[in-house]
């Protein structure tokens, strides 16, 4: 009962994260360019202020980039939650209820058969994995 469980459980769990797989590049992709947009903004930024205090960026002065109107807005915030964003959809919180869900029928099938101690035994132990 255990390997069947085991097997049907690996099924499930292959035809819920192969869909799921074809975002991790496009969100990958998204979550570096969002950063890189960000990162090119707040330095903006961070150069209109040395502008302001000293007159001159020390670093890179630009003519063009003292014309420019500086909204500003606080951006660590939206690039922390960029930075912590996740482009792999399939980690233990969304596995867990999708096997738990799949093993329900076996554990049903199985308490039947089985005692309740060594079915619930067993669906910790695949459910634990």
Request: hydrophobic share 50%; charged share 20%.
């Given at each position: 009962?255990?390997?069947?469980?085991?097997?049907?459980?690996?099924?499930?769990?292959?035809?819920?994260?192969?869909?799921?797989?074809?975002?991790?590049?496009?969100?990958t992709?998204?979550?570096?360019r969002?950063?890189?947009?960000?990162?090119?903004?707040?330095?903006?930024?961070?150069?209109a202020?040395?502008?302001?205090?000293?007159?001159?960026?020390?670093?890179?002065?630009?003519a063009?980039?003292?014309?420019?109107?500086?909204?500003?807005?606080?951006?660590?915030?939206?690039?922390?939650?960029?930075?912590?964003?996740?482009?792999?959809?399939?980690?233990?919180?969304?596995?867990?209820?999708?096997?738990?869900?799949?093993?329900?029928?076996?554990?049903?099938?199985?308490?039947t058969?089985?005692p309740?101690?060594?079915?619930?035994?067993?669906l910790?132990?695949?459910?634990?994995?």
């Open positions: 009962m255990t390997t069947i469980m085991a097997g049907w459980l690996v099924v499930v769990l292959a035809f819920f994260a192969y869909p799921l797989s074809a975002f991790s590049k496009p969100l992709q998204l979550k570096d969002t950063l890189l947009t960000l990162s090119a903004r707040a330095t903006i930024q961070q150069r202020v040395e502008r302001k205090w000293i007159g001159t960026n020390v670093a890179a002065p630009d063009k980039e003292a014309e420019q109107a500086i909204d500003p807005v606080d951006l660590t915030k939206p690039y922390e939650q960029t930075r912590k964003l996740s482009s792999m959809l399939v980690n233990r919180s969304t596995l867990l209820p999708v096997a738990a869900a799949a093993l329900v029928p076996f554990a049903i099938a199985g308490a058969k089985l309740y101690k060594e079915v619930f035994s067993v910790k132990k695949l459910l634990l994995i």
